[in-house]
């Protein structure tokens, strides 16, 4: 690659990354949330009968004292309940309440939304030559910095 084209792959992928947070934590405020909670909220929403911390950190590419720590901040919401596990008693399942289920269209509105205004009417060929460059580039970097680097989005 160009060292011209270099610096407009760079700066194009930067300008994306920090606009396209931006509007998700706008999006996401609207409803009470920041960015991260949301897909916190939705894998729990997922699973009727909740998950450990353990199973919701190995989900989201977490390690455990992470997944605490962003449930603390969504704790006072009310989006979900905390319960014993039956002959196990240091650990606790995460229950999505009735409001946190509530909530979970909305945060899936915001997505599409957000979806649609970042890459507007582009015809289908288009969007998946998009969305499978996207993917492949994740793929790419993932590769470089590992799998645990994918914690949210």
């Known amino acids: 690659m160009e060292p011209a084209e270099v610096m407009r792959v760079n700066r194009a992928l930067n300008k994306l990354a920090k606009l396209y947070r931006a509007a998700k934590a706008r999006k996401l405020a609207a409803l009470g949330l920041h960015?991260?909670?949301?897909?916190?909220?939705?894998?729990?929403?997922?699973?009727?009968?909740?998950?450990?911390?353990?199973?919701?950190?190995?989900?989201?590419?977490?390690?455990?004292?992470?997944?605490?720590?962003?449930?603390?901040?969504?704790?006072?919401?009310g989006w979900f309940r905390r319960e014993p596990v039956p002959g196990d008693?240091?650990?606790?399942?995460?229950?999505?309440?009735?409001?946190?289920r509530a909530l979970v269209p909305a945060i899936e509105r915001a997505w599409a939304e957000l979806a649609e205004e970042a890459l507007g009417d582009l015809p289908a060929p288009d969007l998946d030559t998009t969305v499978r460059s996207l993917e492949r580039a994740s793929t790419r970097l993932r590769g470089l910095v590992g799998e645990d680097a994918l914690t949210e989005e």
Do not use: Y
């Open 35 to 77: 960015p991260g909670q949301d897909v916190l909220l939705w894998l729990l929403a997922e699973e009727r009968a909740g998950m450990t911390v353990s199973e919701l950190a190995a989900r989201l590419g977490v390690e455990p004292p992470t997944a605490t720590r962003s449930l603390a901040r969504l704790e006072s919401g």
């Open 89 to 100: 008693r240091r650990q606790v399942r995460i229950v999505v309440t009735e409001a946190g």
